[in-house]
């Protein structure tokens, strides 16, 4: 067996971005009311000549860069989105676009917790010794499937990417601290991108063809999910590392609001000054968010390296699940 460092990361979103403001000309709403329930000022928004592929390339060539290897030694990509360019994948174009021709790619989707899922996914195959090298993926453009008539929904999303590169190292350096991963489908219904069957006659039988309805949320329920079970899952990963709140340096939790980081941080005693939030300028990035905002105080030095950090990602299927590692 091995263990798992980290040894580069790096973002990407794109450079156009609207405001809370901007989104009165769509919905009845306002600024202090999408500040005050979500602390979220702005998104990040991708314009119709920007694709899900290029963004995770930028990001992933980031997190090269930062790492200094050469891409060929990159043994795995998995990229976590919901929003492919193709619903047969986009991993493999990644791998070919940052010129990583030895790297088998696949595509996972667990929604806004997609990240933490491909983190903990690579990891497994680093530490049984199957690879030595993995890039981690979390990207979405959410905007293109969200309801721009929806307030209760339209004024959350905005799109973006993150990438970690990940190496095996001897057991005695394993940085991947603990994790844990679950799921809850009885709660589905409460966050949906669905598709929508339309029945048509094919010959003698029937087919359904159709189309992805846009993004349903329940916000109270989801909200509730979130603040019990976040908790849950994040000291139960702590107890496993054994370690306790006291021995984090910083909480990242997906970024979906302000008022859920709050309350998760406050249910485990953790002060304000060590959680991370970067919801203010981007909006819930869905997998993205979580290696966005690392990669953010990562690169303003704020994340040192040696420090304990303790991740967290929930979100449709539901899934939700921590990782505690070491920078
Ligand atoms: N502007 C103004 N008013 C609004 C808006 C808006 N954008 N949206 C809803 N309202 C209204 C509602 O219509 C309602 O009015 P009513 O009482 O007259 O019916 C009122 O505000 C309160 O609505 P609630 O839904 O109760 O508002 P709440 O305080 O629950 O906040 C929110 C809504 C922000 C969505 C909250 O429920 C939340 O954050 N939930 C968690 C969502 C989340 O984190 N999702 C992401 C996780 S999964 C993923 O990332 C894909």
């Known amino acids: 067996p091995f263990g798992v460092n980290f040894i580069g990361i790096g973002a990407a979103a794109p450079p156009v971005a609207l405001s809370n403001h901007d989104l009165t000309a769509l919905v009845e709403t306002s600024d202090e009311w999408i500040q ?31 790492a200094k290897i050469d891409p060929t030694t990159i043994d795995l990509i998995i990229l976590a989105t919901s929003t492919p360019d193709d619903l047969f994948g986009s991993a493999s174009l990644i791998q070919s676009k940052i010129g990583a021709s030895h790297a088998v790619a696949f595509d996972l989707t667990a929604a806004c917790s997609g990240f933490i899922f491909g983190l903990v996914t690579a990891s497994q195959y680093l530490q049984t010794g199957t690879y030595r090298r993995a890039l981690v993926i979390g990207a979405d453009i959410l905007s293109r499937w969200v309801d ?18 990940l190496d095996a190292a001897p057991t005695n350096e394993n940085a991947l601290l603990g ?14 991108l669905a598709f929508q069957p339309e029945p048509q006659a094919l010959v003698h039988t ?19 999910f979130a603040v019990t079970q976040v908790p849950e899952v994040i000291t139960k990963t702590l107890h496993r590392a054994n370690l306790t709140a006291a021995d984090m340096d910083w909480l990242v939790l997906h970024q979906a609001n302000q008022r859920i980081l709050d309350s998760v941080a406050q249910r485990l005693e953790i002060p304000k000054e060590k959680v991370i939030s970067n919801l203010a300028n981007y909006g819930n990035t869905s997998a993205a968010s979580i290696p966005l905002a ?8 704020k994340i040192k390296p040696g420090h304990v950090i303790a991740t967290a990602g929930f979100g449709a299927g539901l899934t939700w699940g921590s990782a505690i590692f070491r920078w």
């Open 294 to 301: 690392l990669a953010e105080s990562i690169n303003q030095g």
């Open 179 to 192: 994790f844990e991963l679950r799921s809850d489908g009885k709660l589905n219904h409460h966050l949906t």
């Open 148 to 165: 721009w008539t929806d307030r209760r929904t339209c004024i959350l999303f905005g799109d973006g990417a993150g990438a970690m590169i």
């Open 36 to 66: 005050t329930r979500t602390g979220i000022c702005q998104r990040r928004i991708a314009t119709p000549d920007i694709t899900l592929t290029e963004l995770a390339t930028t990001a992933a060539q980031n997190a090269i860069t930062q």
């Open 206 to 224: 029937k087919i359904a063809q159709g189309k992805y309805q846009p993004i349903y949320m329940n916000g109270q329920e989801i909200y509730r």
